[in-house]
């Protein structure tokens, strides 16, 4: 009896000691896991950062100069589309670590995170080495799209993306520690913060694999009922979550009562600037009837002039909805069928059919059989999710991305374990993928030189840190006049206005406080820096104005142009604009109604001795003087000064102005503004009253001087 205690005594410190082994060995295998997911994913982030520049979209942009301080130097937790919870948080790192960007430090991190979790649950699946190139490929292609073509639209779907893929594979294991389903729910909850109106269509691509699900167990249909439910559950229950934080953050907004409007001005303008706008020449008479003309319709759909509310207002841009509701008497078969002609053309152009085509790729070579069983329900919720969102005019690529990136990870989830492992398979896989990379290549190869949302467009000669320094370099002219206030054309935005600060820097507080963009949302801080200046409308009081200017681009010439006849129709009906200043591709104008009139009789006089010039004076054949050369004030900010010609009747003492365009100063662009950089002038004078009887002068004025030159023909 008592040999028989021993020998039990022992094999249970056996079995004992066996099992700790066995966890240590599983607790070793899952960090090796995460290690290979971690290290593939930081070489897949390493290479892409190394290959291409980052871009933001503006919506970004627009976000960090709120959240950063840009417009008054205050961090705000009222950023325009995140949730506040996370805005927040962002400010909270900002008072705490001021230097750091923290919204994209925050935003990247969760990308990357989200590719570790989508890796673990791919090598989980795996049960071999094979992984390791489909997944490389597709995070690839994905890393692309999410590190260098950035945006926060993005984040929020690839977070929610690797929440649900977790979910699925637990689910599949029928797990049943819910504190593991708490990583998945976790991630969920984070892409709602960041965007929650992505969640219903993350949702919709995922309902394939309950269709999926269906179909493979369809003879037991019984066993999979625990399943289905716990599927159901979940998602009822996170879209519960979903509108927790919508009611949330609308609450906390609407507390704050520059927020409220906020939210009702532009929830007005979101319906017109993202869905269709009914064309004026189709619907001119229902246009006319709401008190719009063709130039107002121009201004803001061709030239994005938003934001004067006094005219467009909440309640006239809801009458332009009016006008054409989206999908207005269009049936359903119609829908369906325009939005079919519309398919091809528009995912081909796309970065993301090719993530998603690489997964057909790597399903077709590495399944046996029953393909379509999983192809057929991805592709009906990928198509029923694309023509949704034409049906409701919301195409855009950030967010149709995010569908095809979905329905690639759901295809390459059902790919593992791979059940083919023959050579020539293999063979014939990597020569399709090599030819699909090739014409991706070669398609969006001005997308992968530029890699920016702009470059394709608008174009760069060169890198976009030699552009950013640049176009910080000439606005730095800008926002260090502090007695002007510029109001930069929309379009002209994506040149200078929004490409000073990569996602690396943070914004200088206050660089904005004296500049707003023409399609900028309506955010309280752009009303505060107005005030500064006592200006309540910037349309129409820019006229006759000594404060404001108006930006443009070479590129966008037409901005001020459409903004004159939209500022006569609506405030001054001879009013005229002026070029005035002229720096690189930025070209700087005032709007006058009548004659020029000086601003400079209440300053004092400068020492006309001080001034540094060289000017001509010549004859044109209109019978007008151009007046042409430099003039400035060494130590004084030759940016800043204004220059203006006077021409004195002698006989009648009448004066007329005109204004100069100011330049470089070509003979001294290695000198700085405050030793005539920006000293270079001309312009024309009109010939009073023959020459005899008439004195030119220039009039220099700086901030408290004014400096008086006569010139003799």
Known sequence: MYKRIIEHVKELKVNKVLYGMRIKVKFLICNQIFFKAIFLNLLILLTVLFLFEPTPKQDDYDQTM?????????????????????SKAIQSLMYLFPTVSWYYIILYLFVFLSFIVITYVFIKRSESGEWIFPVSVILLFCAYELYIRFTFTKVSGIAMIAGFLFLLYLLEKREVAFSKYLVGILFILFGMIVRNSMYELVVAIFFSVFIITIIKSRKNIEKIIPLIAAFVLIVVGMYGCSKALNIIDFKIKAQNDEWSYYGEVNGSRVALQDYEMPEYGEFSVEYSSIGMSENDYDAWKKEGLYNDYAFFTPNLLQEIRNIEPVQKNVGIFQIILKSFRNLLNYYFSDTGIYIFLVSVIFLSFYLKKNRMQYLAPVCCCCIFAYIYMYYRGRLRHHVDVMILIAGAII???????????????????????????LIFVIVHYNKLTYSSYYEENYGSGISQYEEYNKNKENLTLLSEDRKHMYLIGSLSTDYIFNREWTIFDVVTPEFYHNMISSSQYHVPHSDKNLSTFGIKNIYQELTNSKYIYVVTVDERPTFVETLCTYIAEHYYPDVYYTKVKEIDNINIYRFTSGNVRPVWKNKEKGNVGDVISDITITEAESGEYLIEGYAYIDGIDSYAQNIYLEAKDNITGISTYAYTLQSENELLLEKNKYHGKYSDFCGTIPNMNGVDNMQI?????????????????
């Open 66 to 86: 709120v959240l950063y301080g840009g417009f008054t130097g205050e961090y705000s937790a009222y950023a325009q589309y995140i949730n506040f919870f996370l």
């Open 411 to 437: 295809l390459l989830f059902y790919c593992f374990p791979i059940q083919d492992n023959r050579n020539t398979n293999k063979k014939r896989c990597y020569y399709s993928i090599s030819i699909l990379m």
């Open 697 to 713: 002068n220039i009039y220099i004025e700086t901030e408290n001087n004014v400096y008086c030159l006569e010139l003799e023909d």
